[in-house]
């Protein structure tokens, strides 16, 4: 088992992880439908439209973000399986041949050749297979991610942000629907700005005002290509 600290580290880091995934797709959510909204508001002053617009993109952005993401962390945990099964075979086989390999690595971290050459011993005595998967192949066998998982939490981060721009075509009145998911829309972009810096340790500040710059410039042009299409009335 690693040291207290490590181990908390580790933990620290996928916590943080996590929330990263979380707000990124929390902001998707909120920025995709608010644009299909808005764009539609544009376009047509019908709310049936305009809520059947953005429960589509809802539904549809969703579902992509869960079968995205499930796709990409089950070929990452097919290979992480594949390599673990690689290197326990090479154990059997060729248990000198990875013991010398084993010192290398703590070699090339700085170690002399000898005190290197003593800790491999001493991992490999203790746990050969565990010492291999941590200085090789940087992979704990016990956390690999669950794609059910992340589809799942992905696809609820992505709702959580969606269902904002849903909530303010529901509940605002025609006249000032757009300013008001406008409105709403920028509030949220604050937030998950300032959670996407605390996730990865950069600048609030300037972290909140891109995610709102990019968000407010989405709107505005899917607002635009409403109104051309809405003169136009293809």
Do not use: C
């Amino acid at each position: 088992m690693p040291p207290h600290h490590e181990w908390h580290s580790r933990k620290a880091n996928t916590k943080l992880n996590w929330l990263r995934a979380a707000v990124l797709g929390a902001n998707d959510g909120v920025v995709s439908v608010a644009s299909i909204v808005v764009g539609v508001a544009a376009a047509t002053n019908s709310p049936g439209f305009i809520l059947t617009a953005g429960v589509a993109g809802l539904t549809a952005g969703a579902l992509s973000m869960a079968v995205g993401e499930y796709v990409s962390v089950s070929t990452q945990r097919d290979t992480e399986r594949a390599l673990i099964e690689k290197e326990r075979r090479e154990l059997a086989t060729v248990p000198e041949q990875e013991l010398e390999e084993l010192a290398s690595l703590y070699e090339a971290k700085g170690l002399s050749k000898a005190t290197a050459h003593t800790v491999a011993q001493e991992l490999t005595a203790h746990d050969a297979f565990a010492a291999h998967l941590e200085a090789e192949l940087h992979i704990d066998p016990s956390e690999l991610t669950n794609p059910w998982h992340a589809a799942l939490a992905s696809a609820l981060a992505f709702f959580t942000g969606a269902i904002i721009p849903l909530l303010a075509v529901i509940f605002s009145p025609a006249p000032s629907r757009i300013p008001v998911i406008f409105a709403a829309v920028l509030i949220a972009l604050v937030i998950t700005g300032m959670l996407s810096a605390y996730a990865g340790g950069a600048n609030k500040t300037r972290a909140t005002i891109r995610v709102v710059a990019g968000g407010f410039l989405a709107m505005v042009i899917t607002f635009g290509i409403g109104k051309i299409f809405g003169v136009v009335g293809i």
